[in-house]
């Protein structure tokens, strides 16, 4: 008997098959996902439209002569390394909207001022709170279009279970434990006590060579694949300087609890599905033309790994008092 995951983070470096591994779940019906993976239905939580986002802002001010706040150019990474623990505070206000039945449609001017209130709880400066009025209605309609594509947080199923995706990392030539804010650790003690309470991890492992070499291969030009999820290519330079490492077999070396990674005081449930070797990239074509073996293996192994999550939260679940 397994009990039912209640938030899953789904954690890889990128290009590694998350967003594979997640579009999997997303079509499975409810009582093979139920029965084979200790999923409700799913409702998704993605840092990557705010990435997103924040290159085109970026764009947008360097085009008229501004600080562009998040990215120098198009293939740098972060100006400020604390903006990890931005999208951090965006998930959260998400997930909270999400258990309050769901937020409004997004509108550039109120997006504009979640990141500064975002970018305050990370430790940085707000800097949207200190464009000239001409400037701020210039950025604003210049990302109307990517604001657009954003779809309000939907209210999630009472029986649900709801699936965060990010990935992080740190420089190729850094040390561990990674600096903070980079890496899983500082991301994830960064998650509200609410999400880490509640929450399991499945790490899709890749290494980061590997990461690398298939971030380029899955890239498309220009914007269908900017702001695509499976096909969005991370410019090279971020790919070593952001994610040339990551510290989850750091994190795991460090475990109090087997199955479980050490965040503060807290053990949180850890289960990795093995994508070292390519398992996930052929579900970026259409279910049609999946081949059926390497969707039964794949089955098998995800159905492996979290089944012992579910089974680890229906334990947590037993002890916990009425």
């Known amino acids: 008997m397994t009990d039912q995951l209640d938030v899953l983070l ?17 079509q499975l019906d409810p009582e ?45 990474p972060w100006q400020e390394p604390f903006d990890w623990l931005t999208l951090i505070h965006l998930i959260n206000a998400d997930f909270t909207q999400m258990e309050n039945g769901g937020g409004a449609t997004p509108n550039p001017s109120g997006l504009l ?8 709880l990370a430790g940085a400066t ?18 109307a279009s990517d604001v657009a594509d ?15 995706e990010f990935a992080r990392g740190g420089p190729l030539e850094a040390g561990l434990p990674l600096p903070h804010p980079f890496g899983y650790a500082a991301s994830i003690a960064a998650l509200s006590e609410e999400i880490r309470r509640r929450a399991s991890i499945l790490y899709v492992w890749v290494e980061p060579e590997e990461s ?7 890239a498309l030009p220009g914007r269908e694949g900017d702001a695509s999820i499976l096909h969005h290519g991370v410019p090279e330079t971020v790919m070593v300087e ?10 795991e070396g460090r475990a109090r609890i087997p199955g479980t990674i ?28 999946w081949p059926t073996d390497a969707v039964d293996e794949l089955h098998r192994d995800l159905s492996a790994a979290l089944l012992r999550l579910a089974c680890r939260e229906m334990s947590k679940n037993r002890a916990e008092p009425e």
């Open 10 to 26: 789904l954690l890889a470096l990128p290009a590694s098959g998350k967003s594979e591994v997640r579009r999997y779940l997303d």
């Open 32 to 76: 093979s996902a139920r029965r084979d993976m200790g999923l409700g239905p799913t409702t998704q939580l993605d840092d990557y439209p705010y990435v997103h986002l924040m290159r085109r802002i970026s764009q947008e001010l360097q085009a008229m002569g501004e600080d562009p706040v998040f990215f120098a150019s198009d293939d740098a």
């Open 113 to 120: 001022n979640r990141f500064d209130g975002a970018r305050g």
């Open 126 to 143: 707000e800097p949207f709170r200190a464009l000239s009025p001409r400037v701020r209605a210039a950025l604003e309609a210049g990302i």
């Open 150 to 164: 954003l779809a309000p947080v939907a209210p999630a199923d009472p029986d649900s279970t709801i699936v965060i």
């Open 212 to 218: 690398r070499r298939r971030n380029r291969e899955r």
């Open 242 to 251: 952001d994610y040339g490492i990551d510290d989850m077999n750091w994190l």
């Open 262 to 289: 050490p965040i503060g005081a807290a053990d949180i449930p850890m289960q990795r599905f093995d994508n070292r070797i390519d398992r996930t990239s052929f579900l970026r074509g259409e279910p049609a033309e």
